[in-house]
Each structure stands twice: as structure tokens, then as C-alpha cells.
């Protein structure tokens, strides 16, 4: 039985990977929780039902400040640290660059404190394809790729992977780096995408899609639950390396990617069809309309999948059932 301190579980993915890890697992998870920053306690209820609440531990904090000494005593001994937590849209950041670089370099440095006396088996840094930036047609980034952020959002994503990576080297800090692509899924904010288009269609407002007739933008998608179930594939076979154990000058790093690349514009369509419903949309176009959006993102997922990962969770039936979810708690739209 493993001790895992969990943060962003009242977020959208770590919601998705707190109820992944107490379906398959028998661990206890320790979440602290700002209750802002976009977090809700309604996903973590959420991630509960089934009679999982012995095994969770939820502690108010914002990961902008150190833990206290008394909190970290009543940690105990933990396995393994996932830092999911940040703020996480790239509009916002754009809109307010203070609150994107303060709040995701404070916390992972707060966290990186953490695991330098905690000690724990892994610290998992959760990161996004955005830290390389724009990837020309054709090119799908490695693992180890240039860095290139191009808004606000992805330098803060990009500033918690430098700091993970000198804590690795450094402190001998056990990290393990994850790049994933565009996620979707039950309890999605309606600032995403993918959540968007569900909203908007469903209102029969009109969907606003980043580009111009044949130039069009595009990312890979993934159901939460599968990026869920590759953080626990990694957990469970590939055990970090450490700095002091071996030859590698940096530590462990692995894309985790939809097999489905969409434009924009298709998935609009794909989600209307789905819905039954008539899709009005206006292209925008993303240089003027958005300026430090990237038109293609795209990463090379072999890697993991030739040590053996693959989704478990088919794309068609898993945005159909993140739909219809949706519409049955409207709550979320
Ligand atoms: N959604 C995607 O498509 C996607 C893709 C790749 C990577 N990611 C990464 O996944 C992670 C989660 O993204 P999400 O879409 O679930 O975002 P979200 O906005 O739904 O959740 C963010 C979580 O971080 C927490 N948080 C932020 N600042 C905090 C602070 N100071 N103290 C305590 N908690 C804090 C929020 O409370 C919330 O629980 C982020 O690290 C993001 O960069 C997301």
C-alpha cells in the first residue's frame, strides 16, 4: 500500500486521477486543496462515490506557501508525490501573466521543498506538450525537444520543469516528467475546448474556431482517464532514475498522447454530430484573435508505447460518454 500526497485533485485531471488510482489501487492519498485556482470539492466528491472516502485525506492549502511544520509531520511516510496543481488555461495567462508565473513556480518550488525531506519514491511532475511550443506540420516533439513556451502558461509550466529538473540533479529529487496533449472529460471547466464546444452547441450559441478557411489549428486528444491510467503505467514499471545512480544527464521524461489528431474545427463537428445538434461556428483567427496561441501542437508518444502503454479507453466512446455526461449534470455546463 502506497502514500501518496496528490495536488490539483479538485481540478479536472487530478479528480480524474484520484478516482483512477483508488479504482486500481489500494492507496491513501493526501490532497491539499486552495479551493480556488479553479478547484471544486464537487470533483473530488465525485471522484468518492463507491465508498473510497477512508482512503483520502483532504487538507486545505494553497501551494503558494510552504507547509507548515506541523502539517508536514502529519504526512507521515509518502511513496509518491504527483504535482498536477497549476493554474492551467492559456487565456487567462495571457490576460494575467502575474498570476500564472507566481502561482505555478511558487508551488512547484513548494512541493519540490517537500519531496527534498519527504523523501518519496517519485515526484511526478505533470506538464503539457505547450512547453515546446508550435509544432510545424509534419513534426510531432520528442521527449527532450527544444523548449520553446509561447504564452505565459506554458513558460510557468516550463520554469516547474526547469526547477524539477535542477532538484533532480541537485538533491537528488527521484522526478519523473510527463508532457500530455489536450485532455477531455467529465468535469471539464468550460474554459477548455473541448468543454466549450458542449456548452456552446448545446445553447446553440455560436463556436469560435482558432483559424482560417485551410489553415486551421489542431492538437491530439485524450480522455482524462486515459492520461490517468499512463501516470499509473509509469508508477508501476518505470521507477525513476536517480541522478546519483546513473549516466543520464537529465532525468526521466515521457509524452503521454491521444492516438486522434483533430483540427479544430472536426472536433466542433464530431461533438455537434454527437449531440444531434446543428454546429454554428465563426473561424477566428488565432494570430489577431490570440496571440501566443499555437497553431499545431503535437507529441511523439512511442516512447511510452514501446515500453508498453496504451490507452485503455477508446476516443469515440469516451467523448460520447464525457457528452453525455455533461448534459445529464448540467451543473458543468
Ligand atoms: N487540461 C489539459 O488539457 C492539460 C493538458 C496537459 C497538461 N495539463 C496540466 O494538467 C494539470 C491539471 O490541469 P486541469 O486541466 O485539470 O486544470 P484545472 O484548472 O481543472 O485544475 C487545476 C488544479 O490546480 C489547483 N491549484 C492551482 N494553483 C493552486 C495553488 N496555489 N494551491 C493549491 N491548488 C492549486 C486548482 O485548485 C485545481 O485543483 C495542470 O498542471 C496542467 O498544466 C492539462
Not at 53 to 70: G, K, S, Y
Not at 166 to 185: A, D, E, H, K
Not at 277 to 300: C, I, M, N, Q, W
Request: glycine share 6%; net charge neutral; hydrophobic share 40%.
Amino acid at each position: 500500500m502506497k502514500r501518496v500526497i496528490l495536488t490539483g485533485a479538485s481540478g479536472f485531471f487530478g479528480s480524474h486521477l484520484l478516482r483512477h488510482l483508488l479504482v486500481n489501487t489500494d492507496w491513501e492519498f493526501i490532497c491539499p486543496a486552495s479551493w480556488t485556482h479553479k478547484g471544486t470539492p464537487e470533483r473530488i466528491k465525485n471522484a468518492l462515490v463507491g465508498g473510497y472516502e477512508n482512503r483520502v485525506t483532504v487538507i486545505t492549502h494553497d501551494l503558494i506557501a510552504p507547509f507548515t511544520e506541523q502539517t508536514k509531520k502529519g504526512f507521515g511516510k509518502i511513496d509518491y508525490i504527483l504535482n498536477i496543481a497549476s493554474n492551467s488555461h492559456v487565456h487567462r495567462s495571457i490576460d494575467n501573466p502575474r498570476e500564472f508565473i507566481v502561482d505555478n513556480t511558487l508551488l512547484a518550488f513548494n512541493m519540490l521543498e517537500l519531496a527534498r525531506e519527504l523523501k518519496p519514491e517519485v515526484f511526478l511532475q505533470f506538464s503539457t506538450d505547450e512547453v515546446y511550443g508550435v509544432a510545424p506540420a509534419g513534426v510531432n516533439h520528442k521527449e527532450w525537444s527544444s523548449i520553446l513556451p509561447s504564452n505565459p502558461y506554458s513558460a510557468s509550466k516550463a520554469a516547474q520543469e526547469a526547477m524539477a529538473i535542477s532538484y533532480w540533479r541537485t538533491y537528488n529529487v527521484p522526478v519523473v516528467i510527463t508532457n500530455t496533449m489536450n485532455l477531455f472529460g467529465e468535469t471539464q471547466d468550460s474554459e477548455k475546448y473541448t468543454a466549450q464546444l458542449i456548452k456552446k452547441i448545446n445553447a446553440g450559441e455560436i463556436v469560435k474556431v482558432h483559424g482560417a478557411k485551410g489553415d486551421i489549428g489542431s492538437r491530439f486528444y485524450l480522455h482524462a482517464r486515459n492520461g490517468a491510467d499512463a501516470v499509473y503505467f509509469i508508477l508501476k514499471n518505470l521507477p525513476p532514475q536517480l541522478y546519483n545512480e546513473g549516466e543520464s544527464p537529465m532525468p526521466d521524461r515521457y509524452n503521454i498522447v491521444g492516438d486522434v489528431e483533430l483540427d479544430n474545427l472536426t472536433l466542433a463537428d464530431i461533438v455537434a454530430k454527437m449531440m444531434g445538434k446543428e454546429l454554428k461556428y465563426e473561424l477566428v483567427d488565432f494570430h489577431t484573435s490570440r496571440p501566443g496561441h499555437d497553431r499545431r501542437y503535437a507529441l511523439d508518444g512511442s516512447k511510452l508505447k514501446g515500453l508498453g502503454w496504451s490507452a485503455p479507453f477508446d476516443f469515440d466512446k469516451s467523448l460520447k460518454k464525457s457528452i453525455e455526461w455533461t448534459l445529464n449534470n448540467p451543473l458543468w455546463l
